[in-house]
Nanobody, 121 residues
Framework: QVQLVESGGGLVQAGGSLRLSCALS????????MGWFRQAPGKEREFVAA?????DYADSVKGRFTISRDNNKKAVYLQMNSLEPEDTAVYSC?????????????????WGQGTQVTVSS
């Protein structure tokens, strides 16, 4: 059974940084495309970033967020810099077996429970 567990959320002031981590319990982590999504209260889930051997980012986070992965540790990370109050949301990681980085939540098979990120002004 594939499971994802996120960590690293919290409260930070605008302009600050946070690093999210997501651990995937799968024997063949390297074959999974990993993504980060976020959902703010009253809003739809939106794509943040994704990675397999290449990366893709939402326009709203380009230049501020960096997605990376460590196949040996079976983990994916989201380094978030220059955080803004508009980045406040529950951040979830997702996994899909194979395929390219995708911004569509429906393309991902597995999801973590999410971690809250709150950016104060």
């Amino acid at each position: 059974q594939v499971q994802l567990v996120e960590s690293g959320g919290g409260l930070v002031q605008a302009g600050g940084s946070l690093r999210l981590s997501c651990a995937l319990s799968a024997r063949t982590f390297a074959t999974y495309t990993m993504g980060w999504f976020r959902q703010a209260p009253g809003k739809e889930r939106e794509f943040v970033a994704a990675i397999n051997y290449r990366t893709d980012y939402a326009d709203s986070v380009k230049g501020r967020f960096t997605i990376s992965r460590d196949n040996n540790k079976k983990a994916v990370y989201l380094q978030m810099n220059s955080l803004e109050p508009e980045d406040t949301a529950v951040y979830s990681c997702a996994a899909r077996l194979g395929g390219n980085p995708s911004s569509e939540p429906a393309n991902y098979n597995y999801w973590g429970q999410g971690t809250q990120v709150t950016v104060s002004s």
